[in-house]
C-alpha cells in the first residue's frame, strides 16, 4: 500500500514538471517521449550515472596530449576528468548537483610535475635564514649576525649557508648571467632566448630567465643586455690572417678613386722610408677609376730609389715598378710562367703588372718579413676581427699563386705556437696549409690531432684552380666579353691537383680549392666526385673556396655531391659592374653569386671575407647577402638570390662551423659549446638590415671573457 501512494506520488510530480516544462519552453515537440528521454539522460535519474561534481568551462585548456591538444570545458567526477571537449559536449554530464568553474577566459595547463626536488628538505629551509638574493658582502654578513641573535645552535645555521652557496656542493655558481635580450642562437632546437649562464668558458643553461638564474650564485657576475641583441661569435671562413695584418701597417691603396690620387698616395709613402728599401702595399682596385691597369711608368719618377710592390685587392695581380723588375730580372725576353702571365704593353715590354704565378718572380726578390714583424701582425689583425665580432677565423695563411710554400709553415711555427704557448691568443684559428705539403700536416694531426688547444686547430690543405675575375684570370667555358682571345688561366695542372687531392683525402685531410669561374667550378666539382668514387664515401667535407661564377646546373652539384660552398659576399659590391663588363649582362646575372640557388640546392654555405681583399665585416656582409645592392644601384643584382637573414646569419656562424668540422665547439649558442658571442648595437634582429648604417659591434665574448672593447 505504501509502495503503490510512492509510485504515485513520483509520478504525479514527474507530470507535474515535464507540464511547466513544456510550458516555459514553448517547443513544437508533439511527443512527450521525447522529454521523457531528455530528462533522463539530463539528470542521469534512470541511467545509474551520477552527475558531475565540477564543470569547468569558459576557457582554453591546454591539455598535453596530442590526441585532443586543446578544449574548452571539461566535466570531472570523484577527482578524475569523465569527459573534455568543447561545452556543447561535456555540459550532458553535469546535472542539478554540478558545481560550474567559470574560466572567464583564462588558460588552464595540467598540474606541473617537478621531476627533482628535495621536498622536506626545503620544507625545513622555509623555517630558516634565507640569505638566497643577498649581492653584497656586507649584506651577507648582516645577515647572518641578525640570525645569530636567535639561534642558540650554529649548526642548522652554517649548514645552510654553505648548501646555499654552493660551498660544499662540489657544483660551482656560473661565471656569467647574461641576461634581458634577445639572443639568437643558431641552434634550430631552440632559435632565440633571453639569457644564458656561463662557466668555464662554456654556455651551461641557455632559456628564459626563470630556467636559467638557478645555476648563479654569489660569485657570478651578470651582463645586463639592455634589451640588445647577441649571436654567435661570428666565424670569418676565409681570411688571410697575417698578411692582413702586415698589410694594415703597410701602404693602404683600398678605396683610391683616381689615378692622380694612387700616385699621391705611393708619393707621400716614401717620403718616411729608408733609400733602398722596399715600398711594400696594396689593395687598389681599377674598376674604381674606369678600369684602366696601372704601370710601372705611373710611379717610376717618384720611386727611383726603391722598389715597388703593390698588389691588388684580389691578390692574383700586383705592380711593380721598374727598380723592383730590375732586382727580379724580368725583361722583354722572359717567358711566362705556367699558370701565370706577365703584362706587355704593344713593343713587348713589361708593364710592371704581374699575373698570378708571375708574381713569384718578383715576391721572391722581397726580403723576408721578421718574426717580429709577424708576430705584431697577429696582434693587429686579432684585435681588428675582435672589433667586427670575429670571434674564429679559417686562415688560409700567406699563401697564393706565386708565394712559397715556407710561409704557412713559418707562420705555423713561430708565430701561431708561440702565440698559443705564451697565452697571446685572442681568437680561435682553423689553419689550412698549401696542397703540396699534405703529408707535413699529416704527421702532425697523426702526432697531436687536430686540435692543438682551444685556440688553435689543424684544418686541412688548399690549392688553387684558377686566378680572378679582377685580374681577367678566372678559368671560364667561353672568353672575357673585354678580351675575347682570353678565358682565364688554370693555374695548377689537373692531373697534379688531383692526384695531390685522392692522397690528401686517403688520410682524412680536408680539402679546399680555389675556384672562381664557371669553368674552375665545373673541373673541381667533377675532380672531387672522381675522388669520392676512388677513395669512397664518408663525412670529408669538401670545399670549394669563391664558387663566384657557375654553369648552368652546377649549383645543384653542390647539394647533390655535399661540396660546401665557402663564399665572400662582399665581393659583389666590387664586382657588380665589373662583372656586367667582363663577361656580359647575361652571363653576369644567370651564373654570379647564385647564394640562394646554392641554399636550394641543400649545399652547406658558409661566409667569409677573404680579407684583405675585402674588409672583415660579418654585419656588412649579411646585409649585403640579404640586399644585394652594389654601390650605386637602386635595386638588387639579381632579386632571387636574395637571402633571408636567419640564413645568412648562420652562414657566418653554425655553417661556418659546419664547414671546418669545428661545429661540436662553436657556432651557436648551445649548452656545451664555447661561450664565443656579439652584443650588438641592435634590438631586434631586423635592425641588421633596416638601418640605413650598418649596424656595430657593442662587444665581443670569447669563452665568456669580454674581449672588445
Known sequence: MNTRVLVSTSLVLLLSLLLSLHLHNNHNESSWSNRLWWLSSKSSFSSGIADADLLVTNGTIYTSDSSLTFANSMVIRDGRIIRIGNYSFVREMSGYGTKELNLEGKVVVPGFIDSHVHLLFGGLQMARVEVRGVKTKKDFIEKVKEAVKNESS???????LSSKSSFSSGIADADLLVTN???????SSLT???SMVIRDGRIIRIGNYSFVREMSGYGTKELNLEGKVVVPGFIDSHVHLLF???QMARVEV???KTKKDFIEKVKEAVKNLKEGSWLLGGGWNNDLWGGELPSASWIDDITPHHP???SRMDGHMGLANSLALKLAGVTSNMQDPVGGTISRNANGEPTGLMIDSAMKVVLSCIPEVSVEERRQALERASRYALMRGVTTVVDFGRYFPGASLEHSWEDFEDVYKWADLSGRMMIRVCLFFPMPTWSRLLDIIETTGRRLSQWIFLGGVKAFSDGSLGSNSALFHEPYADEPWNIGLQVTDMESLSNMTVQSDKY????AIHAIGDKANDLILDMYKSVVSTNGKRDRRFRIEHAQHLSHGSAAKFGEQGIIASVQPDHLLDDADSAIRKIGVERAQKGSYLFQTLLTSNALVAFGSDWPVAEINPLNSIKTAVKRRPPGWDKPWNLGECMKLTD????????AAEACFLDEEIGSLSSGKMADFVVLNAHTLDDLITQEETSSVAATYVGGVKAYP
Do not use: C, P
Open 308 to 310: 715597388v710592390w703593390l
Open 181 to 187: 635580450g634577445t639572443i639568437y642562437t643558431s641552434d
Open 192 to 194: 632565440f632566448a633571453n
Open 508 to 511: 682524412g685531410l680536408q680539402v
Open 648 to 655: 645568412a646569419l648562420n652562414a657566418h656562424t653554425i655553417s
Open 154 to 160: 650554529w649548526s642548522n645555521r652554517l649548514w645552510w
Open 244 to 246: 692582413g695584418g702586415l
Open 254 to 256: 683600398r678605396g683610391v
